[in-house]
């Protein structure tokens, strides 16, 4: 290996030598240059930039990064070189004999080596940094020369294509002369009679395709157009389906909003209806204040009247029993009168016991469901009882002074009875003020719950219609994708051309997405299926349109 490398730089620079020394020489004599010193600056200027890219080059493939470019470069100045060499050479003032032929070829022998040397040794660079890169076969030098028209061609292909198998490039060549001897046999050596897609071979060969990647291009492209179409109406189904169920999921944030408002008004009634009857309680228990407060003074007024009528009871009582001393029958009728007065203060007094037994009974019973109830009735009820504390005391300080009248017992237990019948209506009428609002706080709120129901029952019946329709669709695109893969196997059976095809395509589209209608399907759909332009658009609905005409039915 040291020993190439040390050959190729001695090769190098005797080339460098002599080129120096001839290009200088000719440079100064016959290029013009000045002086012999800027032809030899010119000559080292050209050495210098060939081996300068030279390292470059061979640099950049040690380090597998090869700089393909830079090697045309190298070889159009290697070229000038040489022919600078060779004109160095040339006779002056004569004819070219043949020797001079050959002294001009002579002085080009050595760089056109040195080139060669540096090519082999950046194949070899690229062999050893690269052992996995696939290796190019070189096209036999009889070839060149028996097939001289013939193996440019192959050349060319190979190295456009990157075919790097000589064998295989002769074995495509060979299927492709068969075939194309098939299609004469065929058609009887016509090939103009051939279709477009049998031609195929033929016109895609100097791009790389072998017979059969040739022939098989319509159904890859026709398959390739399909799952387009395929993608593009899953995308058209997604985006509607994705828009129903947006729809519907809107639909049921409306219903769920529309049952939390309604929800939310019925617990403002509830509680709107809760504060008026508390603001009736507190009017009726007002009022009853002032009713109170009225008796009262109505019955210290009749008190007031019953003391002074006593007054002048005493007066004539006084004088009864000064005329009792004289009328001793009198006296006995008094008795009996007081005897029997005696018996009705008992029989007043056990009323009163049972009445104030009945009182405290009803009292506690109205007390604990107006507790149960609502608390404010409760406080409504002692501001209420304050009242009627006052009116008692009032009530018993006139019934101390009516006292010649009736006397203290039965006047407490009437006014007693009186009062408990009067607490009783009261109670009752608050506790069914009470109970009133309860039901009513109740009936607001069974009727939240049925609205609730309602819009749960709504969202459901929407979720479950949506589904219904998902379905449904699922079906249609089930029938639809069955219809179309029974017409496809139908057409490759038929062994249609593309456009028939493509006619029959848009037929299935004005019958399923057109109601049969054909001037209902917008050419837009069909550039955006068939990827044709508006005339071809509106030449495959009219031929569609003619087909149906004709009983054409997937």
Not at 197 to 224: F, H, I, K, S
Not at 319 to 328: F, T, W
Not at 469 to 485: K, M, N, P, S
């Given at each position: 290996?040291?020993?190439?490398?040390?050959?190729?730089?001695?090769?190098?620079?005797?080339?460098?030598?002599?080129?120096?020394?001839?290009?200088?020489?000719?440079?100064?004599?016959?290029?013009?240059?000045?002086?012999?010193?800027?032809?030899?600056?010119?000559?080292?200027?050209?050495?210098?930039?060939?081996?300068?890219?030279?390292?470059v080059?061979?640099?950049?493939?040690?380090?597998?990064r090869?700089?393909?470019?830079?090697?045309?470069?190298?070889?159009?100045?290697?070229a000038?070189?040489?022919?600078?060499?060779?004109?160095?050479?040339?006779?002056?003032?004569?004819?070219?004999?043949?020797?001079?032929?050959?002294?001009?070829?002579?002085?080009?022998?050595?760089?056109?080596?040195?080139?060669?040397?540096?090519?082999?040794?950046?194949?070899?660079?690229?062999?050893?940094?690269?052992?996995?890169?696939?290796?190019?076969?070189?096209?036999?030098?009889?070839?060149?020369?028996?097939?001289?028209?013939?193996?440019?061609?192959?050349?060319?292909?190979?190295?456009?294509?990157?075919?790097?198998?000589?064998?295989?490039?002769?074995?495509?060549?060979?299927e492709?002369?068969?075939?194309?001897?098939?299609?004469?046999?065929?058609?009887?050596?016509?090939?103009?009679?051939?279709?477009?897609?049998?031609?195929?071979?033929?016109?895609?060969?100097?791009?790389?395709?072998?017979?059969?990647?040739?022939?098989?291009?319509?159904?890859?492209?026709?398959?390739?157009?399909?799952?387009?179409?395929?993608?593009?109406?899953?995308?058209?189904?997604?985006?509607?389906?994705?828009?129903?169920?947006?729809?519907?999921?809107?639909?049921?944030?409306?219903?769920?909003?529309?049952?939390?408002?309604?929800?939310?008004?019925?617990?403002?009634?509830?509680?709107?209806?809760?504060?008026q009857?508390?603001a009736?309680?507190?009017?009726?228990?007002?009022?009853?204040?002032?009713?109170?407060?009225?008796?009262?003074?109505?019955?210290?007024?009749?008190?007031?009247?019953?003391?002074?009528?006593?007054?002048?009871?005493?007066?004539?009582?006084?004088?009864?029993?000064?005329?009792?001393?004289?009328?001793?029958?009198?006296?006995?009728?008094?008795?009996?009168?007081?005897?029997?007065?005696?018996?009705?203060?008992?029989?007043?007094?056990?009323?009163?016991?049972?009445?104030?037994?009945?009182?405290?009974?009803?009292?506690?019973?109205?007390?604990?469901?107006?507790?149960?109830?609502?608390?404010?009735?409760?406080?409504?009820?002692?501001a209420?009882?304050?009242?009627?504390?006052?009116?008692?005391?009032?009530?018993?300080?006139?019934?101390?002074?009516?006292?010649?009248?009736?006397?203290?017992?039965?006047?407490?237990?009437?006014?007693?009875?009186?009062?408990?019948?009067?607490?009783?209506?009261?109670?009752?009428?608050?506790?069914?003020?009470?109970?009133?609002?309860?039901?009513?706080?109740?009936?607001?709120?069974?009727?939240?719950?049925?609205l609730?129901?309602?819009?749960?029952?709504?969202?459901?019946?929407?979720?479950?219609?949506?589904?219904e329709?998902?379905?449904?669709?699922?079906?249609?695109?089930?029938?639809?994708?069955?219809?179309?893969?029974c017409?496809?196997?139908?057409?490759?059976?038929?062994?249609l051309?593309?456009?028939?095809?493509?006619?029959?395509?848009?037929?299935?589209?004005?019958?399923?997405?057109?109601?049969?209608?054909?001037?209902?399907?917008?050419?837009?759909?069909?550039?955006?299926?068939?990827?044709?332009?508006?005339?071809?658009?509106?030449?495959?609905?009219?031929?569609?349109?003619?087909?149906?005409?004709?009983?054409?039915?997937p």
């Open positions: 290996m040291a020993a190439i490398v040390a050959a190729a730089l001695a090769l190098a620079g005797i080339g460098l030598y002599l080129s120096f020394a001839h290009v200088a020489s000719f440079a100064h004599t016959e290029l013009r240059f000045g002086t012999l010193n800027k032809g030899r600056l010119f000559a080292i200027g050209v050495d210098i930039g060939i081996m300068v890219m030279i390292a080059d061979l640099v950049m493939a040690w380090l597998k090869p700089i393909s470019w830079i090697r045309y470069p190298v070889w159009l100045l290697t000038a070189t040489v022919v600078l060499n060779a004109a160095s050479g040339a006779p002056r003032g004569r004819a070219w004999q043949l020797m001079d032929y050959l002294a001009a070829g002579a002085h080009g022998v050595v760089p056109v080596l040195f080139i060669m040397v540096v090519e082999v040794g950046r194949d070899s660079i690229d062999r050893i940094v690269r052992p996995d890169q696939a290796e190019r076969d070189s096209i036999p030098l009889i070839r060149w020369v028996l097939a001289p028209i013939a193996t440019p061609r192959i050349y060319r292909r190979m190295r456009l294509w990157g075919i790097t198998s000589y064998p295989e490039m002769v074995r495509r060549d060979q492709l002369i068969a075939y194309e001897q098939w299609l004469k046999r065929k058609y009887d050596g016509d090939l103009s009679q051939a279709t477009e897609d049998e031609r195929l071979p033929m016109t895609m060969a100097p791009y790389g395709y072998t017979v059969a990647e040739a022939l098989a291009m319509p159904d890859q492209q026709e398959q390739a157009a399909a799952e387009r179409d395929e993608e593009a109406e899953r995308s058209r189904r997604d985006a509607k389906t994705r828009k129903i169920q947006a729809e519907k999921k809107a639909e049921g944030e409306r219903a769920r909003a529309q049952g939390a408002l309604d929800a939310e008004l019925a617990q403002i009634k509830g509680e709107t209806g809760q504060a009857a508390h009736r309680a507190q009017v009726s228990a007002a009022e009853r204040a002032a009713e109170l407060e009225q008796e009262a003074l109505e019955t210290a007024v009749i008190a007031e009247a019953r003391a002074r009528q006593a007054e002048a009871e005493r007066k004539e009582s006084g004088e009864l029993k000064a005329r009792a001393a004289a009328d001793l029958e009198k006296a006995g009728l008094e008795r009996q009168a007081a005897e029997q007065r005696r018996t009705a203060a008992e029989a007043d007094k056990v009323a009163a016991a049972e009445a104030g037994a009945i009182e405290t009974e009803r009292i506690a019973q109205a007390r604990k469901a107006t507790a149960a109830a609502d608390l404010e009735a409760a406080r409504l009820e002692r209420a009882a304050e009242k009627r504390k006052e009116a008692a005391e009032a009530d018993r300080v006139a019934a101390a002074e009516a006292q010649a009248i009736e006397t203290q017992a039965i006047a407490e237990a009437r006014k007693a009875a009186a009062e408990a019948d009067r607490r009783a209506a009261e109670t009752e009428k608050a506790a069914a003020e009470t109970r009133r609002a309860a039901a009513e706080a109740d009936r607001k709120k069974a009727e939240e719950e049925r609730q129901e309602a819009a749960v029952t709504d969202i459901a019946r929407a979720q479950k219609e949506a589904a329709a998902e379905r449904a669709a699922a079906e249609t695109r089930r029938v639809a994708a069955e219809i179309e893969r017409a496809v196997e139908a057409e490759d059976a038929a062994k051309s593309p456009r028939e095809r493509a006619v029959r395509k848009v037929a299935r589209m004005i019958l399923t997405s057109a109601a049969g209608v054909a001037s209902q399907l917008p050419l837009a759909d069909i550039q955006r299926v068939l990827e044709v332009s508006p005339g071809t658009a509106s030449e495959y609905r009219q031929e569609a349109a003619e087909l149906l005409a004709g009983g054409y039915r």
